[in-house]
């Protein structure tokens, strides 16, 4: 029997040690790195215009960076850390007006205690659609 209370009491503590061992500490993820846009070429085009190739010139853009046409991210392609690409449709540039464009550096995940980064969007330019 004292067997048994020695187990059973082993046990308890064991239990009793082991909660609130779970669960890990979580770190924040730190700021990504804030892309800049200096230019745009073209920076303009006439409303009704055939599609055509965008092209965003700046600095500090990531591997897997996009450029956002009004808020929307596009099939990027990157040239260089400072140049990335896009094709914007005839349907975007249909009527005139302006398009915001941004330039979104994605965050990295962390790993099982949290960390990585967090996504970073670029000032915005304005495209003008004539």
């Known amino acids: 029997m004292k067997i048994a ?4 009491l082993a046990g308890l503590i064991a239990v009793g040690l082991a909660c609130g061992y779970g669960s890990h500490a979580s770190t924040p993820a730190a700021p990504g790195t804030m892309p800049n846009i200096a230019q745009l070429a073209p920076d303009n085009t006439n409303a009704g215009s055939a599609a055509f190739v ?9 591997s897997n960076a996009k450029i ?3 808020g929307t991210a596009q099939t990027t392609t990157l040239v260089s850390g400072s140049q990335l690409t896009t094709n ?5 540039i249909a009527t005139a007006g302006t398009a915001a464009v941004t330039v979104t550096n994605p965050g990295t995940p962390g790993g099982i205690y949290g960390g990585g980064t ?8 304005t495209f003008t659609i004539n």
């Open 5 to 8: 209370k020695t187990v059973l």
């Open 68 to 70: 956002n046409w009004n």
């Open 118 to 125: 967090l996504p970073e969007t670029s000032n915005s330019m």
């Open 88 to 92: 914007i449709p005839a349907s975007a």
């Open 54 to 62: 965008l092209t965003v010139n700046g600095t500090n853009f990531a």
